[in-house]
């Protein structure tokens, strides 16, 4: 079994910033690209930003210059620094993971549960 716990949300003021975690546990052999979504009320999942094994990162064109993608391949966990949040930033973010439980296994997809951001005005 694969886990992928994030932790930092929470309620910010808008300016303000939050960083979130999301370390991944259990059988892992190895972790391809990590990176975080979010989705806000009433409209689809959309990606934040993304990062990959060797620490290439694409962001989203919103977050550019805000948001920081980050990750610590020794602790399979990735960072997400968010400064200067907007009320339109306001969401449940999600972290991703494509690994491979074995040596031999294809690559599959891993989500966590989500963490509630919420940016006051």
């Known amino acids: 079994q694969v886990q992928l716990v994030e932790s930092g949300g929470g309620l910010v003021q808008a300016g303000g910033s939050l960083r979130l975690s999301c370390a991944a546990s259990?059988?892992?052999?190895?972790?391809?690209?990590m990176g975080w979504y979010r989705q806000l009320p009433g409209k689809q999942r959309e990606m934040v930003a993304t990062i990959t094994s060797g620490g290439g990162t694409n962001c989203a064109d919103s977050v550019k210059g805000r948001f920081t993608i980050s990750r610590d391949n020794a602790k399979n966990t990735v960072y997400l620094q968010m400064n200067s949040l907007k009320p339109e930033d306001t969401a449940v973010y999600y972290c991703?993971?494509?690994?491979?439980?074995?040596?031999?296994?294809?690559?599959?997809?891993?989500w966590g549960q989500g963490t509630q951001v919420t940016v006051s005005s």
């Open positions: 259990g059988r892992i052999f190895s972790i391809n690209d």
């Open positions: 991703s993971a494509a690994l491979r439980t074995t040596p031999w296994g294809r690559l599959l997809d891993f």
